[in-house]
């Protein structure tokens, strides 16, 4: 299996590391547009290769994507992070363009490959790079929603005093400060409701932590973070490249499903050897089929800008 990453800054060169200690790929490339970045943090893995005892190919360029031919997964982190204050939306001019070109040279060399989308604002740069690529709709997954999913089960853990690897969380809708959506009802400690050892205000709290979990290490970091979505990024390729068909929340085109048509948003789909495979039906209640509705309007928007 051949792996890109495409922004060798603080996201992709730490899903580059982890898809590489990892094994997740017989090659990892990684490529930036800054002379030398990628070759620089690329030769720094690779030493670390028999420190840490992997033995995945690290080929690192800057801007020839002809390395990149015959990739199997592609992740796409370029473009320029928030910085504190911001929001993910004020990224878009920036962005837009960088993720519509980098999205067509990457076509270009590895037409079979499944895309993921990182950069933000994530989920009108997944309905970006489906538009502009012609893919077909389950090649293309935006991720966002597992890195809030993993926010929304530390904020849990940190609320119940409990092992985050016994407590279940997932974040649907939106990857924006106001958009997403941390479902509670459905949260679970030892597969018994949270609502059990939680009192509403207490569950309140953690949605709003999570909510701004991006904004709160924004503000201590002084740009946003890379251990989390970096990690967030490969989990998802592991479960492409091992076909393990594990269910994530993930940015997808919606047609009908939860309500929502010709839009990009988070939903739990499975995720195979052939992208995203199936929508899984949560069966929302009247008040959360509400809120993804208002996440919805909130991202078709966002989307609205990119034809004017
Ligand atoms: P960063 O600034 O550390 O790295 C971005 C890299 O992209 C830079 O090295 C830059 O040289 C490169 N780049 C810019 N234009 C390029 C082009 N045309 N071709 C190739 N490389 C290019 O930023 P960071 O922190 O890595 O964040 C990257 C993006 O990911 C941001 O848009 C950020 O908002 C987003 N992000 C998304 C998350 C999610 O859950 N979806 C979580 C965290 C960040």
């Not at 929502?260 to 495979?277: A, F, T, Y």
Request: charged letters at 20%.
């Amino acid at each position: 299996m051949k792996v890109t990453v495409v922004g060798a800054g603080n996201v992709g060169a730490t899903c580059a590391d982890v898809l590489a200690y990892r094994q997740l790929a017989d090659e990892v490339v990684l490529l930036d547009i800054k002379e030398g970045l990628s070759e620089g943090k690329g030769l720094d893995m690779l030493q670390t290769a028999t420190l840490l005892g992997f033995g995945t190919k690290i080929t690192a360029s800057t801007n020839d994507y002809s390395k990149t031919a015959g990739s199997d997964v592609v992740l796409i982190t370029s473009g320029i992070p928030r910085k504190p204050g911001m929001t993910r939306e004020e990224l878009i001019g920036i962005n837009a363009g960088i993720v519509k070109s980098v999205t067509e040279n990457l076509i270009r060399y590895s037409p079979n490959a499944i895309v993921i989308v990182i950069s933000n604002p994530m989920d009108t740069m997944t309905y970006l790079a489906l538009k502009s690529s012609g893919l077909p709709k389950n090649r293309i997954i935006g991720m966002g929603g597992i890195l809030d999913s993993a926010r929304f089960k530390t904020y849990l853990s940190l609320a119940l005093n409990a092992s985050q690897h016994d407590i279940e969380g997932v974040v649907i809708g939106g990857h924006g400060d106001t958009t997403m959506i941390p479902l509670t009802r459905l949260a679970t400690y030892k597969g018994v409701p949270v609502s059990q050892f939680l009192s509403a205000e207490q569950l309140k709290q953690v949605a709003a932590d999570t909510m701004v979990g991006g904004a709160t290490l924004t503000k201590l970091i002084g740009t946003s973070a890379w251990y989390a979505p970096g990690a967030a990024g490969a989990l998802l390729v592991e479960s492409i490249v091992r076909d393990q068909k594990r269910v994530f929340p993930c940015c997808v085109v919606l047609d009908g499903e939860y309500g929502q048509k010709d839009i990009c948003l988070g939903v739990p789909v499975v995720i195979g050897r052939n992208g995203w495979e199936k929508i899984i039906d949560f069966q929302l209640n009247a008040e959360e089929q509400e809120l993804f509705n208002k996440s919805a309007e909130a991202v078709r928007s966002m989307n609205s800008v990119l034809s004017t």
